[in-house]
């Protein structure tokens, strides 16, 4: 597969998924195979950076730094209900 230019992935959209189980689902519908699902929101969400980090890092072939465009992640209250958030990546320096 080839590098794919970053300007298509500085700003990234998650969606939010609460699980029936009160667990927490996350997707990217820009990054290929981002997916993370846990019973603990806590453990997803300090997973997502890390994991968006790594797999954009693979597609442009140079060390990517992502952060959050938002102050807070707008969390999801009820099962199966979907929130969105942006984050924004950028070449590490």
């Known amino acids: 597969m080839g ?6 992935l500085e700003r990234v959209s998650v ?4 699980r ?6 996350v997707s990217s519908p820009d990054v290929p195979g981002f997916r993370l699902s846990h019973s603990s929101a806590a453990l997803v969400t300090a997973d997502i950076i890390p994991a968006l980090e790594t797999i954009i890092s693979e597609m ?3 060390p990517v730094r992502v952060t959050m465009a938002s102050a807070r992640l707008p969390l999801p209250d009820a ?3 979907q929130t969105t958030a942006s ?3 950028k070449i590490a320096a």
């Open 3 to 8: 590098l794919i230019d970053l300007s298509r």
């Open 15 to 18: 969606i939010f998924e609460k």
């Open 20 to 25: 029936p189980d009160g667990g927490l689902r």
């Open 60 to 62: 442009v072939g140079k």
């Open 79 to 81: 099962p199966s209900e």
């Open 87 to 89: 984050y924004v990546a």
